[in-house]
DNA sequence: CCAATAAGTGTTTTT
DNA sequence: CACTTATTGG
């Protein structure tokens, strides 16, 4: 059947696979579930049972479908199957929403769908809400737009439309229904689809037209999901729906590594997927080729305390390795201290290189202060996945004003441009376009001049509109770069900015020039919606954002899939991960799995860290050691701390770069839990005494002097000596002069 | 309408 | 701390 490729390939899978996953890999006979550890190499089983059904079936590429999470793990799957028959195949290896998206501009007008729709993203979502409960004259403060967008969200996942939401009682907040249903009512009427849209609005659409279904099913004659234990329900729907009920499907999963709850994934789907799949057959894959033991030992042991797992046991055989080292630090800054010298330790006495480091954190906050440690220990790294460069104001601007020359409708773009660069146009002209424009009859062009308006407003407010007219005729004659020089120039945007100066984002409207350049090379018949439809989906990590030669600083969430020589996990602090938010036992649960994904990202090495206090907020906190620590294995870790200038409850001097970084407030951060410092020592006996600014002290060590500032837990001293030293009250052996 | 400044505030994870 | 919102004066 693949007589149209040109070099015939011999790939010797029983060499290249281990028994389980060989048997995997052949397995037709049913569905197949492949339950695959972490480190079990459960992407070379897709790549190779992918390259199999081409190679020995017969199967033409375009007939398989293959489904992702991120497009960073469709990218990579692409690649190596591609580079197996090194030839470009035709595809179809994409993450649930790229491919909802694609379906729906292809079968979009026959499942009520215009396939010109405008996809809009979370941030969009809140903007439209926030509009929509101003319009209401509803109270952001006791109803907040962020509640709604994750309520909305999940009422699509479920695939609830708002009567169906209602009767489901998603919530008991009665504002929500209303808030929900005109939000979808302004979405329709303006061709915005939201993420949970792509997959919510296709599965409906499928649900009642049979024909685009048969359509589709008589394409994808095979398909493969990846990350199964991360589907939410209408993902899940959309698989039943292409593969029942001929059942050729083969779904790989983990439910140990279900880290996606918050947006609607149900490991649930594992279990159901059994039974929604008659004879299902299913292959565990145990056999991890990533971890030494103790890694592996000590990461299962801590899964163990999960309920309801499917339950698996990894093994290897690369030998025990090392002892995983805990390291508690007294700040957070000297947290990432230990860990640029660990790093610089472990270079120079094994030859690590600087790519073989990873730092994990549970918020991406935490980010920041390993950046400013590296810098100044001259260590070079890259934040993967941080602020996103398409997210940039300056960059949304510009493609706001591109999306809505070429959907007039799209009153998000509208929002977000109408007044940048400044041109008159105020609050109130904006509200009223809305409403009279694209609100009531679905398009900006329509109606300008019954906008009602001043008529010194007029003017300008023609002006706007036909230049957004004007940006969407000429984008039929231009080059994608073309255009986005035209929007640069007739915006006005990129004379504003070199008027006030803003360097830097004059800086990142060239690089996104050169993005839009490299895709219309890359992609010669590629429209600038192609380009935007790409950057919308792909918010995520790729392989160019580990740049070689540096340190990686990544989120728990962005790491799964990873694996790194040596792993970091900062932050081991209940409050911080756990985090606080997570209460209930699922969601420590969740939080346990995170923990356990972190872990088996590492190769060889593994270091947990905490730190006693640490700045939140500007306010300084503390937190005890997290629970995930007790829970492992005492015998396989190695317990470390840092002392420092840490010596007789004094806490400063050393420390002195720190206590510039900002003010100290309450240490209160939460209150009515307990959440003292697991730090024995150094508890000031007098820590409840009622010390002001003004009061004579004796200090232990210091003698007498005089408190000349107290902010919040931190005094500053100044001794009769005339030197001056800040400490923290709770540490401090201070008592009050007696008179 | 707009720019600059003051005040207030919320604390996660992301396709 | 970093970001959003409210206020003020031009």
Redesign the pocket.
């Known amino acids: 059947m693949n007589e149209n490729r040109k070099m015939p390939l011999k790939i010797d899978y029983r060499k290249e696979l281990n028994n389980h996953q060989l048997e995997a890999v052949k397995y037709f006979d049913s569905p197949l579930l492949v339950l695959a550890g972490a480190g079990s190499g459960k992407t070379r089983v897709i790549t190779y049972k992918i390259a199999y059904m081409i190679e020995k079936l017969g199967y033409y590429p375009h007939s398989i479908l293959a489904v992702?999470?991120?497009?960073?793990a469709s990218d990579e799957m692409a690649e190596r199957i591609n580079n197996l028959f090194g030839e470009n195949l035709n595809l179809w290896i994409k993450?649930?929403?790229?491919s909802a998206a694609k379906i729906l501009r292809i079968f979009g007008k026959d499942l009520g769908i215009d396939p010109n729709f405008t996809i809009i993203?979370?941030n969009d979502q809140k903007l439209l809400i926030?509009n929509i409960l101003k319009e209401a004259n509803i109270d952001?403060?006791k109803y907040?737009?962020?509640r709604y967008v994750?309520l909305i969200?999940r009422a699509k996942d479920r695939l609830l439309n708002v009567d169906e939401a209602f009767k489901e009682g998603l919530t008991n907040d009665r504002v929500f229904y209303d808030v929900y249903a005109s939000y979808q009512k302004r979405l329709v009427k303006e061709n915005l689809l939201d993420?949970?849209d792509l997959i919510f609005r296709l599965v409906r659409g499928l649900k009642n037209n049979s024909g685009v279904l048969i359509e589709l099913k008589n394409r994808f004659n095979y398909i493969l999901v990846d990350e199964f234990q991360d589907t939410?329900y209408a993902q899940y729907e959309l698989i039943k729906l292409l593969a029942l009920p001929e059942g050729n499907i083969s779904v790989v999963g983990d439910d140990d590594q279900s880290?996606?709850?918050?947006?609607?994934a149900r490991v649930e789907n594992v279990i159901n997927f059994t039974k929604d799949f008659k004879a299902c057959k299913i292959i565990k894959l145990e056999e991890n080729y990533r971890s030494y033991q103790t890694i592996l030992s000590a990461s299962s042991h801590l899964i163990n305390k999960n309920k309801g797992r499917l339950g698996k046991t990894l093994f290897t055989n690369k030998g025990e390795g090392y002892k995983i080292t805990f390291h508690v630090a007294p700040t957070d800054y000297y947290e990432a201290d230990f860990i640029a010298s660990e790093i610089m330790k472990l270079m120079s006495a094994y030859g690590y290189g600087y790519s073989d480091f990873a730092i994990f954190f549970?918020?991406?906050?935490?980010s920041?202060i390993f950046e400013s440690v590296f810098s100044n220990h001259r260590i070079p790294y890259t934040v993967v996945?941080?602020?996103?460069f398409y997210e940039r104001e300056e960059i949304k601007d510009i493609i706001s004003y591109i999306k809505l020359a070429l959907n007039p409708s799209d009153e998000v773009s509208l929002m977000r441009i109408y007044?940048k660069?400044?041109?008159?146009?105020?609050?109130?002209?904006?509200n009223e376009i809305i409403k009279h424009t694209i609100a009531s009859n679905g398009s900006l062009y329509r109606g300008v001049d019954d906008i009602n308006?001043?008529v010194s407003?007029k003017k300008?407010v023609k002006h706007f509109i036909d230049m957004i007219k004007n940006i969407g005729e000429i984008a039929k004659t231009l080059s994608p770069p073309e255009l986005l020089r035209y929007v640069y120039r007739v915006t006005g945007y990129l004379n504003w900015l070199e008027e006030?100066g803003k360097n830097d984002k004059i800086q990142n409207l060239e690089e996104l020039y050169n993005a839009v350049e490299e895709f219309s090379i890359s992609s010669p018949d590629g429209t600038i919606q192609n380009f935007i439809e790409e950057i919308s989906?792909?918010?995520?990590?790729r392989n160019e954002d580990f740049e070689k030669g540096t340190v990686y600083l990544?989120?728990?969430?962005?790491a799964k899939g990873l694996e790194f020589p040596v792993v970091f996990m900062a932050g081991m602090e209940d409050g911080l991960f756990p985090?606080?938010?997570?209460e209930e036992d699922n969601?420590i649960q969740?939080?346990r799995r995170?923990c356990y994904v972190g872990m088996t990202r590492a190769m060889e090495r593994l270091y947990l860290s905490a730190a006693e206090t640490r700045?939140?907020?500007?306010?300084v906190?503390q937190h005890k050691t997290s629970r995930f620590i007790e829970e492992l294995p005492e015998n396989l870790i190695l317990f470390t701390r840092g002392d420092y200038g840490y010596n007789g409850g004094l806490f400063s001097l050393d420390t002195s770069k720190y206590m510039k970084?900002?003010?100290f407030?309450?240490t209160?951060?939460?209150s009515g839990s307990n959440r003292d410092v697991k730090s024995n020592n150094n508890q000031n006996t007098l820590k409840d005494i009622d010390i002001s600014e003004g009061d004579r002290v004796v200090h232990k060590n210091f003698g007498s002097g005089e408190v000349i500032e107290k902010l919040g837990e931190i005094i500053t001293i100044k001794f009769d000596d005339g030197k001056r030293m800040k400490f923290m009250l709770k540490y401090t052996p201070l008592t009050k002069e007696k008179p």
Not at 68 to 72: D, E, L, Q, S, Y
Not at 95 to 98: E, G, V, Y
């Open positions: 992702t999470f991120t497009n960073k993450t649930f929403h790229s993203d979370q926030k952001t403060d907040p737009p962020e994750y969200n993420f949970a939410n880290i996606y709850g918050f947006r609607g549970r918020t991406n906050a935490q920041r996945g941080g602020f996103k007044n660069p400044p041109r008159g146009i105020g609050e109130k002209s904006l308006i001043p407003r300008m006030t989906l792909d918010s995520g990590a990544i989120t728990l969430h962005n985090h606080f938010l997570a969601d969740e939080e995170l700045k939140i907020y500007g306010r906190i970084m900002g003010s407030g309450s209160n951060y939460r």
